[in-house]
């Protein structure tokens, strides 16, 4: 694949993901901040997730990611909700737990806590032991089968962002973005969807997140915004040719 996005077309490094993820915790602790009481209530494109619930999972997910004992817990009682709920993945009984535990704080409280965890929730990633980075997760398709370290150095940031770019726009609000941050994580999630479907393509993506990409030859042009392209991958709009690819984040 080839790219002209100045953020480059490696995949991010250990190092970068770290950058990335403090980063991304502050942003989304700063867009809680901000939200108004009527937008708090707003509904998402995820089902049954309003901008509160949104919040309340990404902090419950921090919490775990900052606390072995917390993401036992949530195993260990939140496995059993899948049975409950209407249940896709086995991680939706685990944000089912995050959010029903939370969900008497306060507006206040919920952004106290997110500014708090962020940092713990990064050291305790990036402090993983080495032999654990390793152990095998079923993500689905089409990611399959990754090392844990996939999900501590890639997924829960992509998870954070995501859900940031969701809040955005639900409550119609335009998103800070730069290209070093947002586009980096672009450009990144780029790589790994053209990895996985092999196919040909031209992309332009626009707005300071973009970038043009490229794989193969005589493939399909598609030109989009950054964020509809990564809200079309995860499912939240629908793509045809070669943008029915899914990549979930």
């Known amino acids: ?84 709920i209407d249940s896709h993945h086995w991680v939706d009984g685990l944000n089912e737990l995050q959010v029903r535990e939370r969900a008497g704080l306060g507006d206040d409280e919920v952004v106290a806590q997110l500014r708090a965890v962020g940092e713990k929730a990064v050291r305790g990633r990036f402090g993983t032991p080495l032999p654990l980075r390793y152990v095998p997760v079923p993500f689905g398709d089409p990611i399959g089968w990754k090392p844990v370290n996939y999900l501590l150095e890639v997924g829960f940031t992509r998870d954070v962002w995501a859900h940031r770019i969701d809040v955005h726009a639900a409550i119609g609000r335009p998103m800070e973005l730069t290209r070093d941050h947002d586009g980096r994580l672009v450009a990144d999630i780029v790589r790994e969807w053209a990895e996985l479907h092999g196919e040909a393509f031209d992309l332009h993506l626009t707005g300071v997140a973009g970038g043009t990409f490229s794989q193969g030859a005589g493939g399909e042009h598609v030109e989009m915004d950054a964020l509809d392209f990564v809200r079309t991958l995860s499912g939240r709009l629908s793509g045809d040719g070669v943008m029915r690819h899914p990549l979930p984040l």
Do not use: Y
């Open 1 to 84: 694949m080839t790219t002209t996005s100045s953020s480059g077309f490696t995949r991010i490094t250990r190092g970068e993901a770290r950058v990335l993820a403090s980063a991304e915790f502050e942003r989304f602790a700063a867009l809680a901040a901000s939200l108004t009481p009527e937008e708090r209530t707003t509904d998402t494109d995820c089902v049954g997730w309003t901008v509160r619930t949104m919040v309340l999972h990404v902090l419950g997910s921090a919490d775990a990611q900052a606390s072995p004992s917390v993401f036992l817990h949530q195993l260990r009682h939140g496995l059993p909700l899948n049975k409950e």
